[in-house]
């Protein structure tokens, strides 16, 4: 068989000609990149192969930023909280920040700009009561309420790019220049960005593919007094704020912010938190701007002949792909990094662009190509996460960066990515745009929606968190399993109700989080909507703390959907007798042993009717409950592994009352998975382990073959609809 | 020596004079007791010691109750939440409970006295939208939106005495008549009370003792359709509740009642919720009207040259002995149920009676006497608890309940008996009167204070739950501590502040619950209260979640002070570097490992002046905080445990910056405690545990010396208050 190429990206550097050559041809790559750190050569550039080069459009142009410092990207900052001994507090509300990155903005009046506030009372405090001291980057309180805590908010200039300035503390850059991220928003700023574009087009006419990493605002990332990470939000807009954007948001909006609706009590408007309308009103307004923005300079790249390609990552606020002005931008494709399944699907979804790409790991970077590792180790998990997930939609490339030249001295990674590379291309051919079977469509309900598709529950990209790892499992596992996943927003309920085509929604999250849904919860429409759409034979997970709002007699608002409540210690006198798992279940059946994670404490059944599937230490994991046609099943954690996707995924066919269905398209063992596309009559049968695993695998009528795959094997088979 | 007698009770029955003659003599009783169940011969009540003879008020009179049934208890009970599907709504309202217990009260109408609540808004539903239908005992609601949850709060007569209830079913008693319960707020019910004590005097002319068990209201205890407990409260009011008591308190306190205030979402205003005013004005309307229908009985009795005894707990609503009306009603002795030290420092302490009671474990019932089983150990184990608090404060008299023919059986625990009840006597004759050394005077703060002195986190007496022990180990531990303890509630703080001689507060509990405190903290009085308080010098010891109450930026609302928050999610964002506990720490001294029982997730250190003390699975469970010139101390949990006292013991003295004062009338060995009382110049050195112990022994001035003592053993000293 003739070996196949394309579809693959490779990074270069200098002085790498041959190699670079011979691993094109052995990964079958038709496009080569530069890296942070790296440049192409002339003649690497002149190869056969699409050259795609890192464009930087608000930072990395000193020349020109340092001429316009009022040009600067802002941010609205909480001081610490301060707690008033007597009459008059100083508060140095510069505490705690890095002053190479930040730098109080005294060049907008405080008084206008900035909000001193009474944590104690919640009110604001007169800007009558305090005055500003510019040289000690202060603000004393002359009327203060003894013991009252008091935070100031207020206005900086952000003189540093924060993903320059982690690489440059990091690898001791020592007084290499700080990258000056100025604001697009501002009149030269504006101006510039799109003279230097044109500009730098020209004199790159060996690029093919200009990517944008990314656009005008990075994601929230704030360093500490000691040069560290202080506050980091991947979703995060501080870097979008200005006095420039606080007026033109009052232009547009017909009100005006105020600095506490982008502070937030000291939380900044997290995914975490459910937003406020200021705050859902204040993102449109951003992705608004940007799209806009954005699609000048996607034109200039257009007009140049060239393709425009968005890094999913660092400035990539207001660009959100699942938004809706990311259409209007017009950009060619999206690349971002692979972490396993639940990142693939993020990137292969994207809707509106001709191609996506996903940069898998591990990065051609010292830590992990070091003599004594195993490089292959890192990679073979990333793809066996990332397979899963490419065989319900595949990304349309794959790629990888760093160091080409680390990773050449590796040569049993290069075998391996050469099989990888080839595996993905031959997945890619069969299956690509054929829509695979599906036994069950999911709806993931919070506060988001759509815009957080394949984005719930994160708070750095990619980073293990002992908060989330619970909830994260549940992306992770249905990224490549054999069902639709869609994200709707209690908003687009209490609007439009729940889409006719969903067969089980799932509501993750702890307690008052924007993922569970906290106050929405006493919605009227939304709880009536949901428990009749549950009553007529929806589905409903809740994992965590779902629906919990304490209100009117239960903490769980569909606890009579669910069975099941959260004791918080109102009810202790009401006696738990339903403390007895059942020896079988549906749900349970492949499950040899449970692992919820963080788990939840203190969940109990409210009747006989529960069916407790897992009890212990007093409390319930897991759970299913009858609720007129409908079921709601209760799991306490869900972090990803193999057995928990199978729970998962018998819970969903059971809430779905589709148990009989359940064997189609099927793999008895928990490591195997089998993907089937009927309309080419073709299955996929996966081992997703480092393991030979045998299996059953059922057909779409439920017969049976037994199948052993060595360890990571795919095996297609094809199949007669009619059989 | 001669051997001592008397403050000691004694059970007896029938045909049993010889044998409680030689008991008696042995364990030096005074006093001779009926139980449940047992009945004294004539000739036993002519024995030298003081009859006590059990009482009951309100109940087993059936011949007056059947003629009265219009006078019998009643409850306002809560139906099961019931969905709309449509617009008609069917409620079988009894659903769930015990009709041979509880039936509906259709006496007074409906319509005036019950509620139906949409419990989706929480609205009161319109009475012209629903009927009642009495056959059914069903209510149907007519213009029910659907998908809506709804509940009925409806009242019922009590036609059974939830303790003969418990004791019939549990001893299947058959056709023994029910005991039916009335309520002396009516007419005939009073004048019945008074006339059959007067008669029951003149009938009894043996008994010393009126032991009333107890009087009028029972704590709620309420069963469900299967004859089994469905809601137990030893605090509760539920069965204090009457269409009279309704009015009447209308009358009292100028605004009526609803059902939503006794019924409470169903929570029935458990001591675990934070008490409304209603219910504050209610319980304060119950217990002025106990307390004077209580003194005409108690006046009766003394008028007959006996004396009056209350048995605290079965009908003792009302009466609580820490309220302020309890000193009326002049009762001469209080008795009750010791189930360790907090429970005998709950019965030692009350003010305003001549002597106080405690009715030791184990009951002489079969469960724990019989063949094969060794009574000693548990009776050795309650002693050791109860000792340590005999030694704080003791009850005046100890004594025993149930069968004593089943003791005399077990030689082994006759003589153990002896020897305690010795050595009762012996600690009551050296210290009774004598306050014992303190280095450290606490205040426990929640929504009770005072009238729930002793009796916080309880559900059923006694009883363990899951959710309340990690609270409860707090007040064992100070029952027999050297230190003096004072319950105050957040209103007493608001009005008063905090008392002068407090050196530390404590707040323990769940979120949102009356001991932690929930929205109170959120009273700007309350929180500078007790902010300017610890930053003054003051030590708080916050336990669980302490003062958490979301609220402008934190959870816990003394975090500053504290040093430490929860972590909800919301500041995932912002990065938590604090992770390492010190090697060493005042606190943690003596600790070889740590329980803190149910723990508490997510707590993290808010900068680096916080001392952590115990760091593990992500967490802090043990940490201290310097505010001023006070300490914030935080504990994940403390159950009750030989090293958690220590440990507590401990955190108190540095909370209060007393460190330097912790090794006076100090013993080393965390088993082993030393009581000292200056004003007879004598210590105890005791020995709390089962084995043999040694320990340095610390005098009031810090000199040790190593003293060994066995099992158990207790070793008194002189000791010169000069030396």
Known sequence: MEKKKGRVTLPSEENFLTETKELMERWGADAIRDSDGTKLDDSIKQLDAKIYTTYFVARGHNEFAQKHMEECQQLYLMSMFNTAVTETLEIDFMKGYFTEQLKPDYVHDPKKYWEVIDRTTGKVVDIHQWEVNEDKNSILITDAIPWHEYTVSFLVYAIWDPTQMYNHITNNWGDKAHDIPFDVRQPHSNEYMKSYLTQWLQENPDTDVVRFTTLFYHFTLVFNHLGKEKFVDWFGYGASVSVAAMDAFEQEKGYRLRPEDIVDQGYYNTSFRIPTKAFIDYMDFIQKFVAEEAKKLVGIVHESGKEAMMFLGDNWIGTEPYGKYFENIGFDAVVGSVGGGATLRMIADIPHVRYTEGRFLPYFFPDTFYEGNNPVIEANENWLTARRAILRNPVDRIGYGGYLSLAYKFPEFVAYIEKVTDEFRNIYDTIKGIKPYT????????????????QTHMVAHALWYKQIYSYLGVLESLSGAAVDVTFISFDDVIRDGVPKDVDVIIN?????????????????????????????????????????????????????????????????????????????????TDSTSFDFGEGMKNIYSLSEDTEIIEYSNGEIHLSSHDFGKGRGVYIAGLPYSEENTRLLMRALFYAAHKEGEFLKWHASNVYCEVHAYPLIQKMAIVNNSLNEQTTLVYDGQGNSQKVTLAPSEIQWRDFSNES
Chains 1, 2 share one sequence.
């Open 439 to 454: 036994g069950i469509k999911v709806a993931i309900l919070n506060s988001w929606g759509k815009v957080r598709t394949w």
């Open 508 to 588: 993750a999250g702890d307690a008052g989080t924007a993922f569970s849904g906290g106050e929405k919860w006493a919605d009227e429409k939304l709880i009536t909507t949901i428990r009749a759409w549950i009553y007529n034979g929806g589905g409903f997970i809740g994992i965590g703390e779902p629906t919990a709002y304490h209100h009117q007699g239960h903490y769980f608002q569909l606890a009579e959907a669910l069975g099941v409540d959260k004791e918080l210690g109102f009810s202790l006198s009401t006696d738990k007798y339903f403390t007895t798992a059942l020896e079988k279940h549906f749900i349970s």
